[in-house]
């Protein structure tokens, strides 16, 4: 007898697909036996499809109201699902709902056969939401996700020991991103102590490695020159990763890379931090204001990860 067919939507954005491994897990778990398809955004395509989780992987071309070709793709790759767990809980994908047919669905969408009713649902961290929203569609076995085949040896040659950093986030939120001469010193400091300061970020970053570089020349700039499917496995090989509250950092954290991530006002890690593959909690550290952060501070919070390096 075939199996049925189900529908996983999740479209981002970076920190948020990687906080949804652990659902993604434990929806395979339940449908072992069933065809899964994933319904994403074009930046995560490479690595859903490498990923154990997914049979199908659909890309979303989010067309806009009156894009009617656009609205009519979208409608058949929605087609023919027996179930739909709606993981991305936005006004975009509620709406999916309707030009699905009305299948079975989990999510928020009005009308749905499996809501996360709870009103407080916007008060939890990502993971916990995510987890009682599966509950509540009747998943009982949660296992933590298999990342083999997401991790994988960077296409560049690192020295060992080696600290990621990650100095940038939103441009739209310049007030996220601790001051990248703090990352200079901070960078000097475990150049000094033996560990390779590599900064990562996307091309529109690589003023902020160059600052780095400015006071430690021997933090090597890999900005620009990654894509998400290869962050995986830079983290896996990291001794540490500090970083602003933003995507790569959940990328770290993910793959049980040891975090320290800074949050300004502009975020509470109560509901957005990023965490490890079973849960765990990263080392935090909060400012109002992030120029206001020591350097010594964040030495502080990586030392015990590092060992004597960092003493």
């Not at 490498?50 to 009519?72: I, N, Q, S």
């Not at 939401?129 to 599966?134: A, H, N, P, S, V």
């Not at 940038?168 to 996220?176: H, L, V």
Request: charged letters at 20%.
């Amino acid at each position: 007898m075939p199996g049925k067919r189900i529908l996983v939507i999740r479209l981002g954005a970076l920190g948020d697909f990687f906080l949804s491994f652990g659902p993604f897990a434990a929806i395979r778990a339940r449908h072992a036996a069933d065809e899964i398809t994933l319904l994403t955004t074009g930046p995560f395509a490479a690595l859903a499809r490498r990923a154990p989780w997914f049979d199908r992987v659909e890309v979303d071309a989010r067309p806009g109201l009156f894009d009617v070709p656009g609205l009519l793709r979208l409608r058949r790759q929605l087609a023919g699902f027996d179930f739909v767990y709606d993981l991305q809980t936005s006004g975009r994908s509620s709406r999916y709902f309707i030009l699905a047919g009305r299948p079975g669905w989990s999510g928020i969408a009005a009308g749905c056969s499996h809501p996360h009713a709870n009103p407080k649902r916007d008060a939890m961290h990502t993971l916990e939401r995510q987890r009682e929203q599966l509950e509540m569609a009747g998943l009982t076995e949660f296992p933590p996700p298999d990342l083999t085949g997401l991790v994988h040896r960077p296409r560049v040659e690192l020295p060992n020991p080696y600290v990621l950093l990650v100095p940038g986030a939103s441009a739209a939120r310049p007030r996220k991103r601790w001051p990248a001469g703090h990352y200079g010193a901070l960078a000097k400091l475990l150049a000094g102590g033996g560990m390779a300061p590599v900064v990562v970020g996307s091309a529109s970053e690589a003023d902020l490695a160059a600052a780095i570089r400015t006071t430690c020349p021997a933090a090597i700039d890999l900005t620009g020159q990654t894509a998400i499917a290869d962050l995986p496995g830079l983290a896996a090989g990291a001794a540490l990763a500090v970083g602003n509250d933003t995507g790569p950092m959940h990328v770290a954290a993910a793959v049980g890379c040891r975090c320290v991530v800074l949050f300004s006002a502009d975020s509470d890690p109560a509901l957005t931090a990023p965490r490890g593959p079973g849960g765990e909690w990263p080392a935090v550290l909060r400012a109002d204001d992030l120029s206001d952060l020591p350097v010594g501070d964040v030495v502080a919070a990586a030392a015990p990860f590092l060992g004597a390096t960092s003493a």
